[in-house]
């Protein structure tokens, strides 16, 4: 499907950078030669959803390429005709066409916490999606101690690229990264990804917040998923901040999110096909790496969660799960509860009729 044909009919390309209710902010591409119609400036119009679309349920997500027809430029309105077929999908956050993450840590401001790191890019890894860890706040350490970190990560399977938004210190290199490319940026909050949006896209005034001294953590900034226009070509999404995303893949799979781990199982086997990772025999996985401790956390809230979402799935068992503690739960018996309906005004009238009644044959 070319944009020029598409043209040629008064119907045009797009990407949905935002959804807002029902209305859908689309950017158009508009690089096309002798347009039969004037575009507006900028070239971004507010859609809607055509009824065909609704009826097949079909979902219009941030990051879709969409088709656009009926443009009306004097009122920016459009309405979207067709969704083109996604090439990746996120559920959370919903967006779709992500080349790539980049995960956005502080080394310092708040401390770096190789755990929480660790389970960030467990997550990241199980999209499928290439993941790019930028490290920020770097003046605020010593050139020992960034080598340090770039070699214990290195172990972990990754090259780092240290920067500082204060100081403007490899931004360049990020925007190499970055262009051409739909990127999410993930990460906790106040590590400082609203202030690194705000230096790549002047003008974009993302709310920022201070770590909080307290608990020397970040605030939450960002409150819905909105794609941003890079000016050297390509679109980022900034997420919602979170402390602790969730680990919701099977527990089968984990290995394979540990670039470490998914190395030894590409050059060897375990000895069964089922093998976990944690007391087997002949066992290519377990062993002396330092996140094996993470990957062992990691398992065990993966098999609780898939083991709660089978009993979720039978309504005849008499068991349910039970949180017991951290990283503890137990079974224990379902109570059996009876439903009770309030009786109506006109019953209770004739219970008391009768009662009178019972009451004057006495």
């Known amino acids: ?21 029902n209305f859908y902010q689309v950017q158009l591409d508009l690089d096309i030669e002798n347009l039969r119609f004037s575009p507006p400036s900028p070239s971004i119009l507010l859609c809607t959803r055509r009824s065909r679309l609704k009826k097949i349920g079909q979902q219009v997500m941030v990051g879709d ?24 999908q996120l559920d959370r956050p919903a967006i779709a066409n992500v080349n790539q993450i980049l995960l956005v840590f502080a080394v310092a401001d708040p401390p770096l916490e190789p755990y929480q790191l660790s389970r960030f890019l467990v997550k990241a890894e199980s999209t499928g999606l290439d993941v790019v860890l930028c490290l920020n706040k770097c003046d605020l350490i010593s050139a020992e101690e960034q080598a340090a970190i770039k070699q214990r990560l290195s172990g972990w399977g990754y090259q780092p690229l240290f920067i500082s938004t204060y ?13 051409d490319k739909i990127t999410v940026f993930a990460g906790a909050s106040g590590v400082g990804k ?10 974009v005034n993302l709310r920022v917040n201070e770590v909080s001294g307290k608990l020397a953590k970040g605030r939450h900034t960002t409150r819905h998923v909105e794609l941003f226009e890079l000016p050297s070509g390509g679109l980022l999404a900034d997420t919602p901040g979170f402390n602790q995303p969730d680990l919701d893949c099977n527990p089968e799979d984990l290995a394979y999110y540990f670039p470490e781990a998914r190395e ?3 050059n060897g086997n375990c000895r069964f096909s089922n093998c976990l990772h944690r007391d087997e ?16 956390v990691f398992l065990e809230e993966a098999i609780f969660r898939q083991t709660q979402l089978h009993q979720q799935a039978d309504p005849e068992s008499t068991l349910k799960l039970k949180t017991k503690g951290k990283g503890k739960s137990g079974y ?6 009876k439903k009770y309906r309030q009786k109506s005004r006109r019953t209770q009238l004739q219970e008391l009729q009768n009662l009178y009644q019972d009451s004057d044959d006495d």
């Open 1 to 21: 499907m070319k944009a020029e044909d598409l043209a040629a009919s008064g119907r045009l390309l797009g990407t949905v950078l935002a959804v807002q209710a």
């Open 65 to 88: 390429r969409v088709i656009i027809e009926e443009p009306d430029w004097s009122g920016g309105r459009g309405a979207i005709a067709e969704v083109i077929p996604r090439q990746s």
């Open 194 to 203: 609203s202030s690194l949006i705000n230096t790549l896209i002047p003008g």
């Open 264 to 266: 030894k199982l590409v």
């Open 281 to 296: 025999p002949d066992c290519v996985v377990s062993g002396d790496w330092e996140r094996y401790e993470h990957y062992l």
């Open 167 to 179: 100081k403007s210190i490899n931004i360049d290199f990020i925007y190499w990264k970055l262009k």
């Open 332 to 337: 224990e018996p379902k109570l059996e509860t």
